[in-house]
């Protein structure tokens, strides 16, 4: 039988004591610190995803998901952190405007796919970024 609370549920660290993910009243998880997905089961129906658009320089969080990139304005660079600080860490980066160009890079040395930076220049280009503990790699 399911579970059921107007106020939603608060998911508690046994360990620290402390609050580590909250479910809502219409059923959407949320979580200020790292959570695998092997952890959850059964239907990932209201497992949300952060997305934000930034227009100007923009240094990526270990919290961010999806960042769309508005270069209306101009050139754009967004730095992901290294890639050793965010093992196993994917992110979503999108061009959504057709003027000038969107850098990525990352910090400390990390590389992207081999290369320092990638660069992306046509509206609705994309890339998708998996770390795995010392390079970045597009898949």
């Not at 790292?34 to 270990?62: D, E, H, M, N």
């Not at 290294?82 to 850098?103: E, P, R, W």
Request: without cysteine.
């Amino acid at each position: 039988h399911p579970v059921t609370a107007s106020d939603g549920f608060l998911v508690f660290d046994k360990t620290n004591g402390i609050g580590v993910a909250s479910i809502n009243s219409q059923g959407a998880l949320s979580s200020s610190t790292y959570i695998s997905a092997s952890t959850f089961r059964g239907l990932a129906q209201r497992v949300t995803f952060p997305i934000k658009t930034v227009t100007s320089a923009y240094t990526v969080s270990i919290k961010d998901y999806t960042i769309l990139a508005d270069t209306s304005a101009g050139n754009i660079t967004v730095e992901m952190p290294t890639a050793a600080t965010a093992n196993g860490k994917v992110y979503n980066i999108k061009k959504i405007n057709s003027l000038n160009t969107l850098t990525i890079t990352s910090s400390a040395g990390s590389t992207i796919d081999s290369a320092p930076a990638k660069q992306l220049t046509t509206l609705n280009e994309s890339v998708t970024v998996h770390s795995n503990g010392t390079y970045w790699f597009i898949i």
